[in-house]
Each structure stands twice: as C-alpha cells, then as structure tokens.
C-alpha cells in the first residue's frame, strides 16, 4: 500500500525514537495533547507509547465523532426510526452506542426498527431510491472531513428529486473544540490538564487547511503540528513539537504535508457552506454547550432536514451515573479513574461512548493498553529485546 | 410426464410447504435431490439412522449450525462451507472423520435450482473430503421465518488413544504455529455484502484440514492443542486457548502471513484482519523441539503452503495475548466485543 | 477520527465517480469533492468520497526528513559517546 506501508516502517521509528530520546530535555515533562481519535487509535495499535521517553505524555483529546455526540442526539435518531417508520441508515461506528437506559441503535433494530449500516451517504441515497414509499433518514455524523459527502449527497437528493430523503445533521467543527479546551478553567486556570502542545488533526485538516490553527498557536501560546496518522507521522510530529517547546516556539507546523495545505480543499468548503450554515449552539458530550461548534441545514436545503421533516419529543435524557466520558473527552481523567472501567463498563457491555468508539479513549486503554499500567518496566523491557 | 420430468419441473421452481410434509413431493425432494447428489453405500439404505462399523480408538463428535450471507461467495458456498466446518471441528481433536450427518431447514419460497446447488457443491466437497453424509433431514419453513436455507451438520470421527489434543494443554516456551494467510474468508464475504461491495480476487479458504492434521499427528502424536480460527479470526481463538490453558501468549507481527489485498479490504473497511473469519486454517501449538517438522508437514500439505510460526506461549496469570507490532512497539490482542463492523473513524 | 487511506484513480466514470485502487482491491468512490482528477492519481479516501489528492513530492520529501532527524541524532549520539 502506497504512502502507508512506509510511513509504518519499523527502522524509521528506531531512528525517530533514538532523535526524540536525545532531544527530549529530561529535566522537564512534555505533555500533548492529540485532538483526534485517529491518533489515539495509532499510539495504541502500534504501540507508540512504548518509543517514546518516559517524560514524553499523550494527553487524549476529545476528537471521536461518535464519542462526543451528546446521548440526546442519540435519543432523537432512535426516536425517529422507530416513531417516524422510517429506515434510518447509520455509518457502523454509531451503532452499538448505549443512548438513555443502554438503548443503542442495535438495540433498538432489534426491536423492529429499521436500521441499516452504510459505508457511505451514497449508499444512503441508493436505499431512498430503492424504497420511494418509505422515508430514509441520514444519520449524519463527524468532523469536517464527514461533512463534505453529507453536503454532496443531499444537493444530490435535491438535484434529483429525492423528495423521500432526509438528513438528521450532528456535523460538528474541530476549531471550535479546541478553543473551548483551550479556554476551560482546567487548562487557563487551574492547570489541572497540562497541555504543552497539540498534535493537530490530520484529515480535518486536509479539508479545512491549516489556517484555522494559526489563531490558537498565537493566542493561546500552545505550539500545533498538523499530524498524519501513521505511527511514524505521529512520532515525527512530536519531534517537530519538542523542538518548538523546548526553542520556546508558539507555531503552526505542518507535518502532514503530503495531503494538507494552507488553504485545504476549497471545493469541499464551498459545497460544505451551500449546504450547511452555523449553529448558534451545540451540545458536544464532555463539552457542553460550545457556541458556533456545529452546523445545520440552510434554508434552501430544508426539504432535506430531517429535524425539520420529523418532530422529536422533549426527553430526559441522560447518561449512566459516575460515568467519566466527559471528564475524560475532556482529557481531565484518563479511563483509569472512571470507577466503572473494566468492572461495569467494559467494551462487551458499555456504559459511555468512550468505551464502544475504537477510537474512544476507554476502549483503547482497554484493547491494547489496559495492563500496561501494573507493569510498565516490563513492557518497556520487552521492547528493548 | 414421467417421474422424472416431474422432478426436473421441481427444480425450475421454488421450496413450498409440501417439501417438508412427508408426503410425495418430500419424497421427490429427497431421492432426486439429496440422494442423487450425496449417494453413497449406507445412505442409500434410506434410512433415518446410519449404522457405522466399529472403529479402534476414541469416538469423537462436532456439531455445527451454517448460517451465512451470501448464500454463495467467492471460493465457495453454505454447502461446501457445511462439509468443511464440521469436518475441521472434527480434526482439531486429532481425529479421523468417518463420516457426516445433514439437516438442511428451508424456507418457503428457496429457488429449487439454488439448492440444488447447494446440495451439489456439498456432495463435491465431501467426496473430496472422502468422508460420506450418512443421514439427513430437511424440514421446511413458512416464508420469513428462515433465510433461505440453515444447515446443521454433524461430524463423527475416531481419535488414536494416544492423541491427547485439548486447548487446555499449551504450556509457556511452546510454539504458535498457524497454518496460513488470515482473513481471506471474511474479506470475500464482505466484498458481496450489500452497501460494502468492492472488487478483489480473494476467495474464501473454506477447505477441509483433516488429511492435514493426520499427518500432523501421525509425526508428532504430543500436539498440545489444535483449533481452526473461524469467528472472531485468529484473536479470538487464541485468547480462547489462553484462557483455557492459564497462560499468556507472544506474537510477532512481522511473521503472521496475510495477503496484500486481506490487508488493503481491511483498511478500507477499518478491520482488523486478526479478528475476520477464516475457514480453512488451523492453529497449532506443540514443543518448541517439534515446531520445524510439524511446519514442514504442514507446508508440503496444499492448503499449508504459508504455514508459519507466528509466536510462543508464555507464562501469564492474566492469559493476555500481546503482540510485537510491526512497528516495533507491543500491544494487547483483546477478544473481539460484539461484532465487528465497517467503520469510518 | 475519519479512517481515510490513499488509494490510486484507475479509471474515471460519469458522474463524478471513480475506481480506485489499493492492492489488488478496488472500489467505485466520488470524486465530486475534487477537481482535476486524472488516472494514476493517489487520493485520500473516506467514506467513500476522495477528500484531497495526495502529493507524490511532498510525501518523498516527509520520508527523507524522518530518516534525516534520525541519522543526525545518531551521528550525535556518536560524536558525545565518543567525546565521553
């Protein structure tokens, strides 16, 4: 596989391994936070950790799409399928998703909803052909990158009359996130969560560019490397970030450069805000409401609002008590402080988001790291062998 | 219109309630379909039970449900996979199949040409196999209470005395072995699903190992454990033996064979092929002395040509499976959560 | 966040659709979200829809920069254990 399998090479990590090691100051600590859960997932499954020196930290950031939707949302998705009779068409990693009392979408198939997996939104599209009596609900979730083929399936549905297929828009905007991290008391204030500096999202980034962070890198002081997801990429981008801390650098730098550029994919953006407008507000699951952090469908597309097409009835919501998914999107607690991890919640019966998203930080802890905490020496010595 | 004309109109048509009522058209069913295809000495005799010699050793019996979608798929269908299945559960105690029962359960509604080529790739496989179907039945459903057709069969085989094959057995230093490349059967189901479809020339490994394993254990009769990865892939069935056997286990990467394209389908789909089915590959573990002849005999069989080492058993009292990756670093090999799905993040 | 993999334009078709190819896989994907796609192309593929093309040079130029860091800390490491 061209441009993965080199960015996967085991020498190459040797010798970024060796460069981090001797330019990391061992008199101080360096802790980054990485936004998205695609990098999550790349420390994990390749074992990053394990190259890195102690005093170098990963601080997990709340970019999972399916980790952050709020279990309102959730509610309303199930609602509709199951009130409205429609086929709602879901991407799999929504899926097993516990919403109020555990009810996931699985679950809720199970009972006679109708809930298909799809790859795409055109598949989506496919099945409101296929079906002209029955109305097709888009689950629409995801950051800037899941944005665009949502924005282009419906001028699609509008183009050809598909007047049986609607949208159900959670799309939400990355910079949006880190400037509420950055703002929080956690991080300004009280320096619960320290956070030297960000690796920044790679394929959010290859639609919106890198312009967006400059801002962050010069308001709020905090260096940001643009970062592939192939482990090598992770690992060169926290060189790039050691370097900046340690010659006092506050920069936007771009190690992804092979798919990011300055300005982004500005086809995509322009059909993203034909489509799509702000919201004044959106409830992000960890965050709260952060203002101007989501969009919603324009007026002229609102045939293809599915919150438009479909009531939804006012619900009490909520989460599973002493659940800490939103402390730890937050990057405040690691998994291994949610007094549920491991012994309620587990990945075969989960009770947050954190822990059924394989890119959430529960379940990542749990699949590949969940013992790495009783004996960090011997892993390490393992690797040295 | 004779008899025969009848039948062939069968088959130009579809499954209905009278093909399980025990009446004639069941009869028709049976003898021009089952029997024709699936003839063999002690099934001809028609009757509900077969009688097998007595045979030295220890009797061994696997029972096993096929439900599967597509019906047909690349490098085989539910029928050939219904021989092989059962036949490898079998062989995985270390023994020697004799022979295979068959329950077929249709639905109201099964295109008889389908089935009959079902039946067909079935009698194909078991007479590869040289293990006969003794007995069978077939039962018949309303329309949407199956899904086409379900098959249940079952395996009887005889273990050598002195063959002691269980997943209980593996003990820390002795060696991994795994028979082939992992993840062809679930990738070329997934390629025929409907909304993932994608274009490759991977097929199923559905296959029978039984002839495999003979010789296997013929050369080294003091195999620990034996055990074909099906659901849940190569993970599953190692943090299974981990389990059962109260110890760990160390993979490395870099050794485990996959195929280029097993692996492109799975980054597409954002799989993981240590956890996709396979059907026709074993895992071995024996002592570390045994490993090099068992993976030459292993090698010389045609379904064993990537046999490989792929790790060694270790002592652990939380039996977790850990793997070198590639990349250089370790991770935990988990048991699989529920089923696997096609993801986008 | 967002699986995406490179994958190469083997073939263009109406509509904005394309075949793309990884390994000996392909699939039919869209190319609405792209100008000037050619055959031969790599592109970064998610859910279905190519999100950016992917730059042959500057992907060359990301590989030497990674193995230049190292070489350079392992020349250093050389010359301070060698003036040690």
């Given at each position: 596989?061209?441009y993965?399998?080199?960015y996967?090479?085991?020498?190459?990590a040797?010798?970024?391994a060796?460069?981090?090691?001797?330019?990391?100051?061992?008199?101080r600590d360096?802790?980054?936070?990485?936004?998205?859960?695609?990098h999550?997932?790349a420390?994990?499954?390749?074992?990053?950790?394990?190259?890195?020196p102690?005093?170098?930290?990963?601080?997990?950031?709340?970019?999972?799409?399916v980790?952050v939707?709020?279990?309102?949302?959730?509610?309303d998705?199930?609602?509709i399928a199951?009130?409205?009779?429609?086929?709602?068409?879901?991407?799999?990693?929504?899926?097993?998703?516990p919403g109020?009392?555990?009810r996931?979408?699985?679950?809720?198939?199970?009972?006679?909803?109708d809930?298909r997996?799809?790859?795409?939104t055109m598949?989506?599209l496919?099945?409101?052909?296929?079906?002209p009596?029955?109305?097709?609900?888009?689950?629409?979730?995801g950051f800037?990158?899941?944005?665009?083929?949502?924005?282009?399936?419906?001028?699609?549905?509008?183009?050809d009359?598909?007047d049986?297929f609607?949208?159900f828009?959670?799309?939400?905007?990355?910079?949006?996130?880190i400037?509420h991290?950055?703002?929080?008391?956690?991080?300004?204030?009280?320096?619960t969560?320290?956070?030297?500096?960000?690796?920044g999202?790679?394929?959010?980034?290859?639609?919106i560019?890198?312009e967006?962070?400059?801002?962050?890198?010069?308001?709020?002081?905090?260096?940001v490397?643009?970062a592939?997801?192939e482990?090598?990429?992770?690992m060169?981008?926290?060189?790039?970030?050691?370097?900046?801390?340690?010659?006092g650098?506050?920069?936007?730098e771009?190690e992804y450069?092979?798919?990011?550029?300055?300005?982004?994919?500005?086809k995509?953006?322009e059909?993203v805000?034909?489509?799509?407008?702000?919201r004044?507000?959106?409830?992000?699951?960890?965050l709260?409401?952060v203002?101007y952090?989501?969009?919603?469908?324009?007026?002229?597309?609102?045939?293809f609002d599915?919150?438009?097409?479909?009531a939804?009835?006012?619900?009490?919501s909520r989460?599973?008590?002493?659940?800490?998914?939103?402390?730890?999107?937050?990057?405040?607690?690691?998994p291994?402080?949610?007094?549920l991890?491991g012994?309620?919640c587990?990945?075969?019966?989960?009770?947050?988001?954190?822990?059924?998203s394989?890119?959430?930080?529960?379940?990542?802890?749990w699949?590949?790291?969940?013992?790495?905490?009783?004996?960090?020496?011997?892993?390490?010595?393992?690797?040295?062998? | 219109?004779n008899?025969?004309?009848t039948?062939?109109?069968?088959?130009?048509?579809?499954?209905?309630?009278?093909h399980?009522?025990g009446g004639?058209?069941?009869?028709?069913?049976?003898?021009?379909?089952?029997?024709?295809h699936l003839?063999?000495?002690?099934?001809?005799?028609?009757h509900?039970?077969?009688?097998?010699?007595?045979?030295?050793g220890?009797?061994?019996?696997s029972t096993?449900?096929?439900?599967?979608?597509p019906?047909?798929?690349?490098?085989?269908?539910?029928?050939?996979?219904?021989?092989?299945?059962?036949?490898?559960?079998?062989?995985?105690?270390?023994a020697?199949?004799?022979?295979?029962?068959v329950?077929?359960i249709?639905?109201?509604?099964?295109?008889?040409?389908d089935?009959?080529r079902?039946?067909?790739?079935?009698?194909?496989?078991a007479?590869?196999?040289?293990?006969?179907?003794?007995?069978?039945?077939t039962?018949?459903?309303?329309?949407?209470?199956?899904?086409?057709?379900?098959?249940?069969?079952?395996?009887?085989?005889?273990?050598?005395?002195?063959?002691?094959?269980?997943?209980?057995?593996a003990?820390p230093?002795?060696?991994?072995?795994?028979?082939?490349?992992?993840?062809?059967?679930?990738?070329?189901?997934?390629?025929?699903?409907?909304?993932?479809?994608?274009?490759?020339?991977?097929?199923?490994d559905?296959?029978a190992?039984?002839?495999?394993?003979?010789a296997?254990v013929?050369a080294?009769?003091?195999?620990?454990v034996?055990?074909?990865?099906?659901?849940?892939?190569?993970?599953?069935?190692l943090?299974?033996i981990?389990?059962?056997?109260?110890?760990?286990?160390?993979?490395d990467?870099?050794?485990i064979?996959?195929?280029p394209?097993?692996?492109?389908?799975?980054?597409?789909?954002?799989?993981?092929?240590?956890?996709?089915?396979?059907e026709?590959?074993?895992?071995?573990?024996?002592?570390?002395?045994?490993?090099d002849?068992?993976?030459?005999?292993?090698?010389a069989?045609?379904?064993?040509?990537?046999?490989?080492?792929?790790?060694?058993?270790t002592?652990?009292?939380?039996?977790?499976?850990q793997?070198?990756?590639?990349f250089?670093?370790t991770?935990?090999?988990?048991?699989?959560?529920g089923?696997?799905?096609?993801?986008?993040? | 966040?967002?699986?995406a993999i490179?994958a190469?334009?083997i073939?263009?078709?109406?509509?904005d659709?394309?075949?793309?190819?990884?390994?000996?896989?392909?699939k039919?994907?869209?190319?609405?979200?792209l100008?000037?796609v050619t055959?031969g192309d790599?592109?970064l593929?998610?859910?279905?829809?190519?999100?950016?093309?992917?730059?042959?040079?500057?992907?060359?130029?990301?590989?030497?920069l990674m193995?230049?860091?190292?070489?350079?800390?392992?020349?250093?490491?050389?010359?301070?254990?060698?003036?040690?």
């Amino acid at each position: 596989m061209k441009y993965v399998q080199e960015y996967r090479a085991r020498d190459l990590a040797q010798k970024l391994a060796a460069a981090i090691a001797r330019e990391a100051d061992t008199g101080r600590d360096y802790h980054f936070m990485e936004f998205c859960g695609g990098h999550t997932h790349a420390i994990f499954r390749y074992g990053v950790q394990d190259l890195m020196p102690e005093n170098v930290r990963f601080v997990h950031g709340p970019g999972c799409p399916v980790c952050v939707l709020p279990v309102r949302r959730l509610d309303d998705a199930v609602e509709i399928a199951e009130r409205h009779n429609v086929i709602l068409c879901s991407y799999g990693d929504m899926m097993r998703v516990p919403g109020t009392k555990q009810r996931s979408l699985i679950r809720a198939k199970a009972d006679g909803a109708d809930i298909r997996m799809v790859y795409s939104t055109m598949d989506a599209l496919k099945i409101a052909r296929d079906n002209p009596d029955r109305q097709v609900v888009f689950f629409a979730i995801g950051f800037e990158t899941t944005t665009p083929p949502t924005a282009v399936a419906i001028r699609k549905a509008q183009a050809d009359g598909l007047d049986n297929f609607s949208v159900f828009c959670n799309h939400v905007l990355t910079p949006a996130a880190i400037q509420h991290i950055l703002e929080s008391p956690e991080v300004r204030d009280l320096g619960t969560v320290k956070i030297d500096g960000f690796l920044g999202p790679s394929h959010v980034s290859s639609v919106i560019g890198s312009e967006p962070y400059e801002f962050f890198a010069e308001e709020f002081r905090k260096p940001v490397v643009i970062a592939g997801f192939e482990p090598l990429d992770v690992m060169q981008s926290v060189l790039m970030l050691i370097r900046q801390v340690n010659e006092g650098r506050n920069e936007v730098e771009n190690e992804y450069t092979r798919v990011v550029t300055r300005e982004g994919n500005l086809k995509a953006q322009e059909l993203v805000s034909d489509v799509f407008e702000l919201r004044q507000d959106f409830e992000w699951r960890g965050l709260g409401m952060v203002p101007y952090s989501a969009l919603q469908i324009r007026e002229a597309y609102a045939a293809f609002d599915a919150e438009k097409r479909f009531a939804v009835s006012e619900k009490a919501s909520r989460e599973v008590k002493s659940c800490e998914c939103p402390a730890i999107l937050r990057g405040v607690k690691k998994p291994t402080d949610c007094k549920l991890f491991g012994t309620v919640c587990t990945p075969d019966n989960p009770m947050g988001s954190c822990m059924v998203s394989s890119e959430g930080a529960c379940a990542a802890y749990w699949t590949y790291g969940r013992f790495r905490a009783d004996a960090p020496a011997k892993a390490k010595k393992e690797v040295a062998a | 219109m004779n008899a025969h004309d009848t039948a062939l109109s069968q088959r130009a048509g579809n499954v209905d309630m009278t093909h399980g009522g025990g009446g004639r058209a069941m009869a028709d069913l049976i003898r021009d379909l089952f029997a024709r295809h699936l003839s063999n000495p002690i099934l001809d005799r028609g009757h509900d039970a077969a009688m097998l010699g007595a045979q030295a050793g220890r009797i061994v019996v696997s029972t096993d449900g096929h439900v599967i979608s597509p019906l047909f798929f690349p490098g085989g269908d539910i029928g050939s996979l219904a021989v092989h299945g059962t036949l490898n559960d079998v062989a995985m105690a270390g023994a020697r199949p004799i022979g295979l029962t068959v329950g077929f359960i249709l639905e109201e509604g099964f295109p008889l040409a389908d089935l009959e080529r079902i039946v067909m790739s079935m009698a194909d496989a078991a007479r590869k196999a040289g293990v006969p179907v003794v007995t069978g039945d077939t039962k018949v459903v309303e329309k949407g209470k199956g899904d086409g057709v379900f098959i249940t069969t079952t395996g009887i085989g005889v273990a050598p005395d002195d063959v002691d094959i269980d997943g209980s057995k593996a003990k820390p230093g002795q060696a991994i072995l795994l028979s082939g490349t992992i993840g062809d059967h679930g990738v070329a189901i997934l390629s025929k699903r409907e909304n993932l479809e994608f274009e490759t020339e991977i097929c199923s490994d559905s296959a029978a190992l039984h002839t495999m394993v003979a010789a296997m254990v013929e050369a080294v009769p003091a195999i620990a454990v034996l055990r074909d990865p099906t659901r849940g892939g190569l993970a599953a069935t190692l943090n299974e033996i981990a389990r059962e056997s109260r110890v760990g286990m160390m993979l490395d990467e870099a050794e485990i064979p996959l195929k280029p394209d097993v692996s492109a389908a799975c980054e597409l789909l954002g799989l993981d092929p240590l956890y996709v089915a396979n059907e026709g590959k074993l895992i071995c573990i024996c002592e570390d002395a045994d490993a090099d002849r068992l993976l030459e005999i292993m090698r010389a069989h045609p379904h064993g040509g990537d046999a490989a080492r792929i790790g060694t058993v270790t002592e652990d009292s939380n039996t977790l499976v850990q793997m070198r990756t590639g990349f250089g670093g370790t991770r935990v090999v988990d048991w699989l959560a529920g089923e696997q799905l096609p993801r986008i993040c | 966040m967002c699986l995406a993999i490179p994958a190469k334009v083997i073939e263009l078709a109406d509509g904005d659709m394309a075949t793309v190819a990884l390994e000996g896989v392909k699939k039919r994907i869209s190319v609405a979200l792209l100008e000037d796609v050619t055959p031969g192309d790599y592109v970064l593929v998610h859910v279905g829809y190519a999100l950016h093309k992917v730059s042959p040079e500057e992907a060359d130029r990301t590989l030497k920069l990674m193995s230049e860091a190292g070489v350079l800390a392992e020349e250093l490491e050389e010359i301070t254990g060698g003036a040690a």
